[in-house]
C-alpha cells in the first residue's frame, strides 16, 4: 500500500514532473466555480501539501465524502505551484478515501481551539498544527539525546521501573502490588503482609533511575538512561505531571565542574539539534506559541553559563529589592519565581546555581568541608527556571551512611548502595534533565500536559 508513495515532506522536496501517489489526512477544503482545493497532511512535514481538483475529476460519491479529517489517497501529476510559499502542488486524477469524518460531528473543524479542548481530545489533537509540531519535536529532541551520548562513548543502561528503593527519599511513590485489594493480608500488628505480596516486600514504581546508574557507573565510567519516572504528588501545577521521561547521566571520575560543563554542552547540543532538523516547527512556536523563542534559543547557544553559588544567589535575590511571593531566606529552596528573576532580570542568561544547603538536597549529594553544604547543582534557563538538577555524588561511605540517617531513612534498603562504596569507590557525578521540561523550554508550550501525548497527572488517567 505504502509501496511507490510518497510522504508529503517528500512530495514538497520534489522537483515538478511525473505522477506521484500520497497518502495523507485532509487538513482543509476549499472550492471555486472550476477547482477544488485540498490541504493534505500526513504528519511528516509541518507544510501541507495541496491538492488541486478540477471539476468532474471524483465521482459525487468521493466528492461528498472529501471532508476535513478524512483520510485519502490522491494520484496525480507533481507541478509547480503558482501560489507563494509553497514550490509545487498535486494535480489530482485519481482518489480513494481510506476514512469519513463526517463534517457533522468531526471535532476538529477550520477554527482555532483551546489547548484545554484539545486535551479532551487527546487522540485527535496530534492531527493540529500545534501537536504536530510538538510531537515532530519531541521526536527530533529524543533522537538528539541519544546522540549526544552515544558520540561521547556513553552507555545506555536501563534501570527497573519496578524498585524498593526511594531515589529522592521524599516517598511521593506509586506503590506496585499484586495484592487482592479488598482482602488484604495482615500482620499481628495488623500492618499489611508484604511478605505474601509478589515481590515479598513492598515495591514502588521508580522516581529516579540514578541509584541503578551509579551501579553501572562504577564498572563502565560513563552511562545514561532515557526511561519513564513516576510521582505520586498531588501536584496540579503547569510543570509537574504524575509520568514523566527522565535522562539521567552518571559518570565516575567526574567533579562538581566536569558534572556543570556536561550539563551545558547537553542543553546547547539539543537546541542546535532541534534548530537544524526542526525549522518550520520551531518557526511556528516562534510565530504562534512564544514570540521571540528563536532569538532566546540562540541567545542561551551563544551564551556561556554563569556558575554562582546558592549562597551569592540569595544574597542578590536578598538586595534585588523585589517583591516576591515566597520570601527569600538562606536555607530555602529556590522558587520557580526566583529562578526566572536570576536567569532574566540578574544574569539575562542561563545560571548554574551549586553548594545548596544540604538540608534541602537529597542524601546522596556530597557534602562540603563546611559541613552545611553539598556539592550540588542546579540549572536554570529563562522562562522554566529549573531545567536539570545533579550533583557530585557522596563517595565516603562513613558519610553516606550518616546522611541517610540523619534523614530519618533506613539502611537496610539502601545495603548495596553503601557497599559501592566499600569496595572500590571513586569519585562521580551525574544529573537529571526532564525530557518533557526541555520541551518546553524548546517550543515555548507553557503546560507539561501539552508537550506529553497522554499525560498522567492526580484525576486524570485517561487515553
Given at each position: 500500500?505504502?509501496?511507490?508513495s ?5 512530495a ?26 485540498v ?12 491538492v ?18 478524512s ?12 501560489a507563494?510559499?509553497?514550490?509545487v ?5 485519481e482518489?480513494?478515501i481510506?476514512g ?7 471535532p476538529?473543524?477550520?477554527?482555532g481551539h ?9 487522540h ?11 510531537f ?24 527497573p ?7 529522592e ?8 502490588t499484586?495484592?487482592?485489594l ?15 505480596d509478589?515481590f ?10 540514578q ?15 532515557f ?14 505531571a ?10 565516575a ?13 547537553f542543553?546547547?547540543y ?27 534559543l ?5 551564551s ?11 544574597r542578590r ?6 517583591r516576591?511571593q ?5 536555607g ?5 519565581e ?9 544574569f ?7 553548594d ?5 538536597k ?17 540549572v ?6 529549573e ?14 551512611r ?28 551525574g ?9 518546553m523550554?524548546v517550543t ?6 501539552d508537550?506529553?501525548?497522554f ?9
Open positions: 500500500m505504502r509501496k511507490g510518497l510522504s508529503v515532506r517528500e514538497l522536496a520534489a522537483s515538478p514532473g511525473g505522477t506521484i501517489t500520497v497518502n495523507g489526512w485532509v487538513r482543509t477544503r476549499r472550492q471555486s466555480k472550476a477547482l477544488s482545493f490541504e493534505l497532511n500526513d504528519g511528516s512535514s509541518f507544510k501541507n501539501l495541496q488541486v481538483i478540477e471539476g468532474g475529476t471524483l465521482s459525487p460519491e468521493t466528492d461528498a465524502q472529501l471532508t476535513t479529517g483520510c485519502i489517497q490522491v494520484t496525480g501529476g507533481l507541478v509547480a505551484s503558482p507563494a510559499g509553497q514550490p502542488e498535486l494535480r489530482a486524477k482518489m480513494h481510506w469519513t469524518a463526517p463534517a457533522a460531528t468531526y476538529l473543524q477550520k477554527k483551546s489547548l484545554e479542548y484539545l486535551r479532551e481530545i487527546a485527535l489533537r496530534p492531527r493540529t498544527n500545534t501537536f504536530g509540531a510538538v515532530r519535536v519531541r521526536n527530533a529532541l529524543a533522537f538528539a539525546v541519544h546522540s549526544f551520548f552515544q558520540e561521547r562513548n556513553f552507555l545506555y543502561i536501563q534501570a521501573v519496578i524498585t524498593a528503593s526511594d531515589a527519599g521524599a516517598g511521593a511513590m506509586f506503590g506496585v499484586a495484592l487482592d479488598m482482602n488484604l493480608p495482615r500482620t499481628p500488628e495488623g500492618k499489611i503482609d508484604y511478605s505474601q509478589f515479598g516486600s513492598p515495591a514502588y514504581l521508580t522516581v529516579s533511575g541509584l541503578e546508574a551509579e551501579i553501572m557507573a562504577l564498572a563502565f565510567s560513563q552511562v545514561y538512561t526511561a519513564p519516572t513516576f510521582r505520586a504528588e498531588e501536584s496540579n501545577t503547569a510543570r509537574h504524575s509520568e514523566f521521561w527522565m535522562i539521567e547521566p552518571e559518570m571520575f567526574y567533579d562538581l565542574d566536569d558534572n556543570r560543563e556536561l550539563a551545558e554542552d542543553i546547547k539539543q537546541i542546535r539539534y532541534v534548530m537544524k532538523h526542526c525549522a518550520d516547527d520551531l518557526e511556528f512556536f516562534d510565530q504562534r506559541i512564544e514570540p521571540g523563542l528563536i532569538k532566546a540562540t541567545h542561551v547557544l551563544e556561556p553559563f554563569e556558575y554562582v553559588p546558592y549562597t551569592e544567589a540569595v535575590l536578598e538586595q534585588s529589592g523585589e516576591f515566597y520570601p527569600v531566606h538562606w530555602m529552596d529556590l522558587q520557580t526566583h529562578e526566572r528573576y536570576l536567569t532574566e532580570q540578574l539575562k542568561q542561563p545560571i548554574v546555581v551549586t545548596y544547603p544540604k538540608k534541602i537529597a542524601f546522596y549529594m556530597r557534602e562540603n568541608e563546611d559541613g552545611q553544604t553539598v556539592r550540588a547543582m542546579d536554570l534557563v529563562p522562562r522554566i527556571g531545567i536539570i538538577g545533579g550533583s557530585q555524588r557522596e563517595e565516603r561511605e562513613d558519610v553516606l550518616r546522611r541517610i540517617q540523619e534523614m530519618g531513612m533506613g539502611l537496610e534498603p539502601y545495603w548495596w548502595y553503601l557497599e559501592l562504596r566499600k569496595y572500590g569507590t571513586a569519585p562521580h557525578s544529573f537529571g534533565l526532564g525530557f518533557e521540561r526541555m520541551l523550554f515555548g508550550m507553557k503546560n507539561i500536559r508537550v506529553i501525548g499525560p498522567r497527572t492526580p484525576g486524570n488517567a485517561a487515553f
